[in-house]
């Protein structure tokens, strides 16, 4: 008898368990619990503070107030910039692989660090210009300028496997940042 008694004392104890178990996982609560691990989300990534180029002095909102007034609801046109140096004499083909490097790259970044600045370039139809430089030293003076105004850079350095020696510095990519603030820097230099 006494073995009795115990197993019908487990069962006692397993049938609560299983009731609980089929309660929680029922359909009606299923999708308002992926609804609100949706919006969870969401909250606790657009509240991550940023992070990685913070730190290397680029996009700081504040230098681009000084150098626009341009409201910060989205209406302000956005455009990112190609410099690519001509002293290298790199082929057509060349040159459009060190773009879309360069472009990619800036891309990748920003993507860890400032997505809202992306989202509103997006927004404005990812406007992108090619224009041309003389050589290292002068990208180097508008790599400087661009980072002293807050706007964000990436310079490719190519890997030497083709038409320019590894480690050449061959585009250097601004923006995307207001077009007031990209001009400030670029706007002199001629479309390639």
Known sequence: MLGASKSSRKKQQVK??????????????FIPGLVIGFILGLFLDLSKPSKGNAKKGYFLPSKYQQLSPASNNGDQELKLVLVVRQDLKMGSGKIASQCAHAATGLYAELMQSHRNLLR??????QPKIVVTCKNQHEMNKLKDAAENIGLPTFVVADAGRTQVSAGSKTVLAIG????????AVTGKLRLL
């Open 16 to 29: 609560p368990e299983k009731e609980w178990l089929s309660v929680s996982f029922k359909p009606e609560n």
């Open 120 to 125: 509103q370039w997006e927004l404005c139809g």
């Open 176 to 183: 995307p940042g207001p077009k007031e603030a990209i001009d």
